[in-house]
């Protein structure tokens, strides 16, 4: 039986991005099918040599991010590249006329320009700022409290995050919000103006979890806990060789396997009965953390990493050993995991690179490699 055709199939997607949030979109986009061409100005946008290069300049970064698109340049200063990219959107036929930009607030390609052209049309403009002002990932997130609580709890000053977690969350957001937008078209045979500020994203997820809602309801925000896990059981612990991992223990059944696994069940018992706790709870394990800790990590310093893993392997401790970016290629993950496939692309060389991580009937849907700038430009 033929796999049938991925479920964007069909539609046809003009980007003019850069950076994290649009391509990732675009990118989540082809994927799942959909005809996407990233328009760049000409020499490219600012992120075109954007970290990580390879030895000899080429980016990373820009490749693994533009993977399966066309890419066609213009001057998007001049009248004669804004009237091309316009053609490209209202001319696209029957699932085209769809703009994905975070090149907000340009006349000749708002929205109410494109549908003038064609009345269905589809837009989304990631923003930065909800008021529409600039902003970046980390500006976004420097004004929302995560750097207050992020770090070890003896450092006093904010620590930013490594994942532009906002950026990917918005990317993921603006690929939802397209799909749904060509759903209602299908439905009604209009189209949609969206703006997705990244600040927005990130204030929305937030509420979701909880760290907006804290404050307004009890009075005051949560403070950091380092490598704790807020509000149950989990922590860091070092081995005899310098190792060290990650243990959560979620449920009471993983709290007491660990304790079974480290042997300190009796003594556990003689603190719960002491502080007047019931460690089946989920806030008093939380609460009384720091006590826990004593109790179990000496198992873990008298031990080999390798020791360790071979016992946690048998229990149903939820826990992982901290591993480098190095270790995680080394180790296999990339060739034993079917959503990884060998990728051949030009100034960078042969890799595995990821496809879609939903797999649809078993499938990882894949792309191709990044086309390489301008190489889909029209020639006149």
């Known amino acids: 039986m033929t796999n049938p055709a991925p479920p964007l199939a069909g539609l046809h997607v003009v980007e003019v991005s850069s950076f994290i949030a649009s391509p990732l979109a675009g990118l989540t986009l082809s994927q799942l099918g959909a005809d996407v061409t990233r328009v760049d100005p000409i020499g490219g946008a600012a992120d075109v040599h954007r970290w990580p290069v390879t030895a000899d300049g080429k980016s990373i970064y820009w490749t693994g991010l533009n993977k399966g698109k066309r890419s066609v340049t213009a001057d998007l200063r001049s009248d004669d590249g804004q009237r091309m990219v316009q053609r490209m959107v209202a001319d696209s036929g029957p699932g085209g006329g ?77 690929a939802l919000a397209i799909s749904s937008a060509v759903r209602r078209r299908e439905q009604s045979g209009v189209g949609s103006q969206i703006t997705l500020p990244l600040e927005d994203t990130a204030l929305s997820i937030a509420s979701a979890l909880g760290y907006l809602t804290e404050p307004q309801v ?46 300190v069940g009796d003594a556990v018992a003689a603190v719960e009965k002491a502080l007047g706790a019931d460690f089946g709870r989920e806030d008093d394990r939380f609460t009384h953390r720091t006590v826990l800790n ?16 071979a016992a946690l392997e048998k229990s149903s401790v939820l826990s992982q050993r901290y591993r480098t970016f190095d270790e995680v290629v080394a180790d296999g993950d990339l060739s034993t995991n079917p959503m990884f496939s060998a990728l051949d692309q030009p100034g960078i060389g042969t890799f595995l690179a990821a496809g879609l991580p939903a797999a649809f009937d078993g499938e990882h849907y894949t792309t191709g490699p990044a086309r390489a700038l301008g190489a889909d430009t029209p020639r006149k």
């Not at 950091?224 to 449920?251: E, H, K, Q, S, W």
Request: aromatic share 8%.
């Open 98 to 174: 769809i703009l994905l930009t975070n090149q907000a607030g340009r006349s000749w390609m708002s929205h109410e320009t494109l549908s003038a052209l064609r009345p269905d049309v589809i837009t989304v403009e990631i923003l930065g700022r909800t008021d529409g002002t600039p902003g970046v990932d980390y500006t976004v997130n420097a004004g929302l409290g995560f750097p207050q609580i992020t770090g070890p709890t003896s450092h006093a000053d904010p620590v930013n995050h490594a994942l532009p977690a906002w950026d990917v969350a918005c990317g993921l957001y603006a």
């Open 218 to 263: 009890n009075g005051h925000g949560r403070s950091g806990t380092g490598n704790d896990v807020y509000g149950t059981y989990g922590t860091d612990f070092a081995t005899a060789d310098g190792g060290r991992f990650m243990i959560v223990a979620l449920t009471p059944r993983h709290f007491r396997d660990l304790l079974e696994l480290t042997g």
């Open 294 to 309: 004593g109790l179990i990590a000496p198992w873990f310093a008298a031990r080999s990493t390798a020791d360790v893993a």
